[in-house]
């Protein structure tokens, strides 16, 4: 099984990601087909938006046919063709503790592990942070997303763990010098690798191959 996923903080947001992309996807970008999931920006609404809206507008300029879908509240019948039709699984960013709870929740989870196999998955912060191990992390924490009653596993489709937005100024706490503290915590309990990365950096997973494209800052621990 050769799964490709691609964990960004913000999207493809310069010119090497975007590169990188057309290697593993290995064609063209024109009419690849995608479906672009809003669940997790759903959640937070606002501000949210404006940066949805802008990688919508993006992802359709590079040639991509987008389908945008909320997992939330609709009927697997009604979700998973939708999935099948599309090349490319795009996860957007919001609240990551609310995607995974419908991740779970909508019956999607399932499906996923067999389809990763032929299918792409970008995901933006939220949207990469779900494939982890865990979500709900000495880290994970620094975000001050509204966690309670919400799971705290990940889909487990990396072994490390992934956090976004190194110096983002949205988010004051992830700062190396947090998140090396706070890291201590969490390596003791599950002893998994750290990749922090800033919104132009992204960890590439193809296969077993784990690549790091950035024209930013980003580190490992």
């Known amino acids: 099984n050769n799964m490709k996923l691609v964990l960004t903080s913000s999207g493809i947001s ?3 990601i ?3 992309l057309k290697n593993i996807i290995g064609e063209d970008f024109k009419d690849l ?3 672009f999931c809003i669940t997790a920006s759903n959640y937070e609404g606002g501000e949210m938006n404006e940066w949805l809206i802008k ?4 992802l359709k300029k590079l040639g991509f046919k987008i389908d945008v ?6 009927d697997i019948e009604n979700f998973l063709p939708r999935f099948e039709w599309a090349d490319v699984f795009y996860f ?9 709870k419908c991740i779970k929740d909508s019956g999607l989870e399932e499906y996923l592990s067999k389809s990763l196999d032929t299918k792409v998955w970008i995901g933006a912060s939220a949207g990469s942070c ?3 191990p865990t979500i709900c992390n000495s880290c994970q924490d620094l975000f001050d997303e509204n966690i309670k009653g919400y799971p705290t596993d990940g889909l487990g489709l990396v072994d490390f763990q992934f956090i976004p937005h190194l110096n983002n100024e949205w988010f004051p706490k992830i700062r190396e010098v947090n998140l090396k ?3 201590k915590n969490l390596k003791e309990i599950d002893g998994k690798k750290l990749y922090i990365l800033d919104d132009n950096s992204a960890v590439f997973v193809n296969d077993k191959n784990i690549k790091v494209i950035s024209e930013g800052k980003w580190f490992e621990m």
Not at 55 to 58: R, T, W
Not at 92 to 100: D, P, Y
């Open 130 to 132: 779900v494939l982890c």
């Open 14 to 16: 310069n010119k090497s």
């Open 92 to 100: 957007e960013g919001g609240n990551t503790q609310w995607l995974r």
């Open 181 to 183: 503290n706070a890291s």
């Open 69 to 74: 879908c909320d997992i939330n509240g609709i």
């Open 55 to 58: 990688n919508l507008e993006y």
């Open 18 to 20: 975007e590169n990188e």
């Open 33 to 35: 087909k995608m479906l």
